[in-house]
């Protein structure tokens, strides 16, 4: 009788929780959530562009919208680079985090020779080091290139030994996390 009694108490309860429709407070649930339709965070101040994410451990944080943009590089050519043309540049910005591609042609003076071309970033960024910028880039010839950081003058280097000394199109892409000038 006690347990039909408890039951029969409990059943309302077990009711609105069905159709409860919003969460107040501190509510817990040690399962899933789920939602169909529309759901809203009340923060106190506008979140617009923003994305919802999450670390390894669970923690939800409000972080920008990736970007999109273009830009032509300054290119330097530093050491055994007779010529070279920038195009557009294609770049993507996640938080902090830049992710830089395109193409560039680049005539060697020299083939067979240990060649640097300067290229600039497509924001004013600190080079701590020279790894704080990483990335490749390669001529169908299989000539590799090494991109890494010119702390010195805040850009990226590019170090490379080109198999010939005609116009080459050099296909790019590197990674770089912007700081503060």
Request: a neutral charge; glycine letters at 8%; charged letters at 15%.
């Amino acid at each position: 009788m006690k347990k039909i009694l408890f039951v029969l108490l409990l059943l309302p309860v077990l009711a609105s929780a069905q159709n409860k429709k919003k969460f107040y407070g501190n509510e817990y649930f040690q399962d899933s959530i789920f939602f169909n339709g529309k759901i809203q965070y009340n923060v106190g101040s506008s979140l617009n562009g923003k994305i919802l994410t999450s670390d390894a451990s669970g923690n939800a944080s409000w972080q920008s919208f990736p970007t999109e943009g273009t830009y032509t590089p300054t290119l330097t050519n530093t050491t055994n680079i007779a010529a070279s043309t920038a195009y557009t540049t294609y770049y993507t910005k996640i938080g902090d985090t830049y992710f830089v591609w395109g193409a560039v042609d680049i005539d060697a003076t020299a083939a067979t020779t240990i060649s640097e071309m300067g290229f600039s970033l497509p924001v004013s960024s600190s080079v701590g080091q020279i790894y704080d910028i990483a990335g490749t880039a390669a001529f169908e010839d299989n000539t590799a290139v090494q991109i890494k950081g010119d702390v010195a003058n805040g850009r990226a280097v590019w170090r490379f030994t080109p198999q010939t000394s005609t116009n080459n199109k050099y296909s790019f892409h590197f990674t770089f996390k912007y700081y503060t000038p």
